[in-house]
């Protein structure tokens, strides 16, 4: 088993921006890649962000530009920084460890982080 700890989160207004955090026991991040996740009643969970082990990062259209994925340098912490925010990213947040760049997500997922953007 491989935890993974969620944080940040919560409701805010559209435009304005908020982080998520992904806390890991060991230096996970520096042997697998890391994704973020989201997923909205009724639908299929989908992944937003990509970073490989090498840092290298890629997103989906819906928020490209918007969206930026990091990880700290001792290989533990992955964060989505989310700007200008829309209504359309109101959804439930989860990290993934090892997933693939195409988005098959890897075995091990966070608590998942709800998030509510107000119009």
């Known amino acids: 088993q491989v935890p993974l700890t969620q944080s940040g989160g919560g409701s805010v207004q559209a435009g304005k921006s908020l982080t998520l955090y992904c806390a890991v026991p060991?230096?996970?991040?520096?042997?697998?890649?890391a994704g973020w996740f989201r997923q909205v009643p009724g639908k299929q969970r989908e992944m937003v962000a990509h970073i490989t082990t090498d840092g290298l990062t890629s997103y989906d259209d819906s928020v490209k530009g918007r969206f930026t994925i990091s990880k700290n340098s001792a290989g533990t912490s992955v964060y989505l920084q989310m700007d200008s925010l829309k209504p359309e990213d109101t959804a439930v947040y989860y990290c993934?460890?090892?997933?693939?760049?195409?988005?098959?997500?890897?075995?091990?997922w966070g608590q998942g982080s709800p998030v509510t953007v107000i119009s």
């Open positions: 993934n460890a090892d997933p693939t760049s195409a988005g098959v997500p890897g075995r091990y």
């Open positions: 060991g230096r996970i991040f520096d042997v697998v890649a």
